[in-house]
C-alpha cells in the first residue's frame, strides 16, 4: 500500500456515502427526520447535508446497482486536481466527464473509491436552502466500513486526511475535520464488500431520548441503547436497516 505524503492531501474531502433504494422518497423524508437538509433534488434523488458530511439519497431502478445497499464516495472540489494530487504520490487515479459533473476514483485496498465534484449544473433540479435554524441540532455522518485489516484501511484514508486512534477494541473512526463527516472502521472476520460498501451511522447535538421520542412520533422503530458500552439509540431507516445515532463529542 502506498504510504500517504503531502500531495495526496492537499485537496480538503467529506464524506458523501450514496443510498440506493427503491423507497427514495421514504428515505429522503428519514434522512430529514434524523437532521439532515436537501440540498438539491429531482425525481427522488436528493443530496443532503449535515454539519459534518453528507448523504446521497439514488433510486435503485436508475442506479445500476443490483439491490438497497450505500457505497462510501468522497466529495471534492476539483475531481481533476485531485486524480493528479492521487498519481502523483503514487496512487492509481483517473478522472472523467459526466453529463452533471467531473468525478474521479483511486483504486483501494477494497477496490475503486468514487470521488464526485459538488454539482455546478442545476438545470432540471430543484436547489433548496440548507442554512440551519439557531436551534438546529448538529449532525455528523459515518460511514461504517467493515474492514478485516484495520492498517490497510487507516493506511489508505489518511491520504486523503482522514486520521484517529483506536476508540475502542475493533473500533475506530476517522475524520478530517469538523465538516468532514467520519469513518468508522469496525472490525470484521468477513471478506470486505467490494465497493466500499458501507453502514451508515449518525452523531447529534440533540438530547438523544428527545431525538427518539421525535423520531417515534414519526412512526418509526427506535430503540434505546443507552446502557451499552457505547450509549447510543437505533432506529430502523425506511428499507429495513438499522441506524446507529451516537451524541456528538463522545469518544467511542
Excluded at 223 to 236: E, F, G, K, L, Q
Aim: glycine residues 10%.
Amino acid at each position: 500500500m502506498t504510504q500517504p505524503n503531502q500531495a495526496a492531501t492537499q485537496t480538503l474531502y467529506q464524506v458523501s456515502p450514496y443510498h440506493f433504494t427503491d423507497r427514495p422518497h421514504d428515505m429522503i423524508n428519514f434522512l430529514q427526520a434524523v437532521g439532515l437538509r436537501v440540498e438539491a433534488s429531482k425525481d427522488g434523488w436528493a443530496d443532503l447535508v449535515g454539519a459534518g458530511g453528507r448523504v446521497g439519497v439514488h433510486p435503485l431502478a436508475s442506479s445500476g446497482v443490483d439491490e438497497t445497499s450505500t457505497s462510501l464516495c468522497l466529495l471534492a472540489s476539483d475531481a481533476v486536481a485531485v486524480a493528479v494530487q492521487l498519481q502523483q504520490a503514487g496512487f492509481d487515479a483517473r478522472w472523467w466527464d459526466e453529463s452533471f459533473g467531473r468525478q474521479a476514483a483511486v483504486q483501494g485496498p477494497y477496490g475503486e473509491l468514487t470521488i464526485n465534484e459538488p454539482m455546478s449544473d442545476f438545470h432540471g433540479y430543484q436547489r433548496h436552502d440548507v442554512t440551519p435554524a439557531p436551534d438546529d441540532p448538529e449532525v455528523t455522518v459515518l460511514a461504517v466500513l467493515f474492514v478485516p485489516d484495520f492498517t490497510a484501511a487507516a493506511d489508505f484514508f489518511a491520504a486523503f486526511g482522514f486520521v484517529g486512534d483506536e476508540g475502542r477494541p475493533g473500533w475506530r473512526p476517522l475524520r478530517s475535520d469538523q465538516t468532514s463527516g467520519a469513518i468508522g472502521l469496525h472490525a470484521t472476520d468477513r471478506d470486505p464488500e467490494p465497493g466500499y460498501v458501507c453502514g451508515l451511522s449518525f452523531e447529534t447535538t440533540e438530547d438523544l431520548s428527545a431525538f427518539a421520542d421525535r423520531l417515534r412520533a414519526r412512526g418509526y422503530q427506535v430503540d434505546d441503547d443507552r446502557n451499552a458500552a457505547a450509549p447510543h439509540i437505533t432506529v430502523t431507516d425506511p428499507d429495513g436497516n438499522r441506524i446507529e445515532v451516537h451524541p456528538a463529542g463522545v469518544r467511542r
